[in-house]
């Protein structure tokens, strides 16, 4: 998302939204492209958003809404990326 007046046409567990940022560091199914159904809010401008096979707070700037879908995403529709093996220097 742009703007957080975007934040207001959110809907809990009905909004769908698709990462546009990898959080790969965090969960390895967090990979750009991921999609999730909006739960809840956490802070001010975080999202508690429900993935497949995990629940995370993500921040309104790493996601945008997917227009026209609704209710959480199944297994199928999750990018399908093989984590690469991380160094103890990688960020």
């Given at each position: ?12 567990n009905?909004?769908?939204i698709?990462?546009?940022?990898d ?31 995990v ?17 959480m ?9 093989i984590?690469r ?7």
């Amino acid at each position: 998302m742009k703007d957080r007046n975007e934040l207001h046409r959110i809907v809990f567990n009905k909004t769908r939204i698709i990462l546009t940022r990898d959080l790969s560091v965090m969960n390895p199914n967090l990979v750009e492209g991921a999609s999730g159904l909006v739960v809840g809010k956490l802070a001010s401008y975080t999202l508690k958003v429900a993935f497949p096979k995990v629940t995370v707070g993500v921040n309104w700037q790493d996601c945008d809404i997917v227009e026209g879908r609704t209710g959480m995403p199944t297994d199928l529709e999750q990018p399908k990326v093989i984590p690469r093996p991380r160094a103890i220097n990688d960020e």
